[in-house]
């Protein structure tokens, strides 16, 4: 798939979540996104964003903007190496959460994203792809 | 300690000290970091003189080494004069230039020193240049904290003006979000809010998000808290200006504020009177005609 534009950013401060953020929004507006898909995607990205930072110890985002025949979508990619998670399944569940949160970033995330990936492994670490397409 | 050789040169410096400030202030003009309403040539000229000085007793007491306690002053002064530099809004490139713009006056100072054998010469040029490519850097280090501190406490000041609890009624408080909800910021704010409620025995909050760019459960969750903690307070909160994306993005994330919801602050405020017992009706006519 091409890409047309790519970014990497690193997550060490909540500041890095918010400066993200604004990168994802940018880019969504770029390609012509709407106002109701920019949010979702931002907010998407927040999500994933915090629990890299707040779970992940820290990690990086890259955020690209992807084209695949007539479309162009918005990407993110977050990579930590931190503790990993032991049961992605439960993971993904409304509600469950280990640091006492809502528990929906990860399953919300996913219902505000076009495409969603998780690979986690206990001890390595945990990536997740988030991406968004401008439809029509 | 200055090597004889420095020493010599320090002494010669010091004897053609005019010509070399000359030339600095030249080369510091052509470069245009003069004038444009951020400092003055008789300013730049102070600094050039003073810094000069400290350069000159520098070198003779400790030849090139920067690290020497004897280049004490010259740091401070560099520094200081950077850190006004960043609040002036000058570049940083524009900031390392007034010492860079020494090198070269330098140069034609040695070349022009007599009693110098070319070798010692040519060893102080390389000292020389090394001396003012440290200091360059100097400056553009206390430049970059200066420009940190600003940021930092501006970020402060925005996080402190931004989020006042406003008095709308006897009874009712108003708390226009505006901006990042970052989590410190957040704790702030809703603390504010739950103070101003103690002390105005309020009884309706009305949150209002309209100027919040992104909910998410972190943001969610601190509204939900705020909420919770009002009502054991004996305080109703409404939240206002949820726009339509936010709101549909919440209903996606998953988050359910379970309060009471208005699209504006007007709509809320409407709703807060009605609780508190109050109408809002049309002035009558004769209060506004004459006789
Ligand atoms: N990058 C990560 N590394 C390790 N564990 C993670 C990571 N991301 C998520 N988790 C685990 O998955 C759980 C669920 O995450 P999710 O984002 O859904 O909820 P939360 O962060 O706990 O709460 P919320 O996001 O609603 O504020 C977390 O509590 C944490 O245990
Ligand atoms: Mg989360």
């Known amino acids: 798939m091409p890409v047309t534009s790519s970014d990497t950013m690193e997550i060490r401060t909540s500041d890095d979540i918010v400066r993200v953020r604004q990168k994802v929004r940018d880019l969504a507006v770029g390609i012509g996104l709407g106002l109701v898909d920019q949010t979702k995607i931002v907010t998407a990205a927040s999500e994933i964003a915090r629990n890299t930072l707040d779970y992940g110890g820290g990690g990086t985002a890259r955020v690209e903007v992807i084209e695949e025949g007539f479309r162009r979508g918005v990407r993110v990619t977050f990579e930590d190496e931190g503790p990993g998670i032991a049961d992605v399944t439960r993971a993904m569940q409304d509600g469950f959460t280990t640091g006492g949160g809502l528990g929906l970033g990860l399953s919300g995330a996913k219902r505000l994203s076009n495409e969603f990936s998780i690979q986690s492994a206990v001890g390595v670490g945990t990536r997740i792809m988030i991406a968004r397409w401008k439809s029509g | 300690m200055a090597s004889p050789d420095q020493a010599r040169f320090a002494a010669l410096l010091a004897a053609d000290r005019d010509r070399i400030l000359a030339a600095w202030i030249g080369a510091l003009k052509a470069a245009g970091t003069v004038g444009q309403g951020r400092i003055t040539a008789m300013e730049m000229e102070t600094q050039a003189r003073e810094m000069l000085g400290h350069l000159v007793a520098a070198i003779g007491e400790a030849g090139f080494d920067a690290k020497a306690p004897a280049y004490g002053r010259l740091r ?39 009693g110098l054998d070319p070798a010692a010469a040519a060893e102080i040029g390389v000292e020389a240049s090394v001396l003012v490519d440290q200091f360059g850097l100097l400056t553009v280090e206390a430049y970059q904290k200066r420009r940190e501190e600003v940021i930092i406490r501006q970020q402060r000041e925005i996080a402190e003006l931004s989020t006042p609890v406003v008095k709308l009624w006897d009874g009712v408080l108003a708390l226009p979000l505006i901006g990042t909800l970052d989590s410190e910021r957040t704790q702030v ?85 009605r609780r508190i017992g109050r109408t809002v009706v049309p002035a009558r006519p004769a209060a506004s005609a004459q006789g």
């Open chain 2, 76 to 114: 401070d002064g560099l520094a200081e004069i950077s850190r006004t530099r960043a609040m002036q809004g000058f570049s940083p490139s524009e900031t390392a230039a007034f010492v860079f713009s020494l090198k070269r006056p330098l140069h034609e100072a040695i070349a022009r020193a007599e």
């Open chain 2, 189 to 273: 704010v809703m603390e504010n809010l739950l103070q101003s409620i103690v002390d105005h025995s309020a009884e309706i909050a009305i949150i209002d998000i309209t100027g919040v760019p992104t909910v998410d459960t972190l943001v969610a969750q601190h509204l939900l808290k705020t909420v919770a903690a009002a009502r054991l307070m004996g305080a109703d909160c409404i939240i206002s200006g949820i726009r339509p994306q936010i709101a549909q993005t919440m209903v996606h994330l998953g988050v359910e504020l379970n309060v009471v919801s208005k699209a504006t602050l007007a709509d809320a405020f409407a709703v807060a009177l």
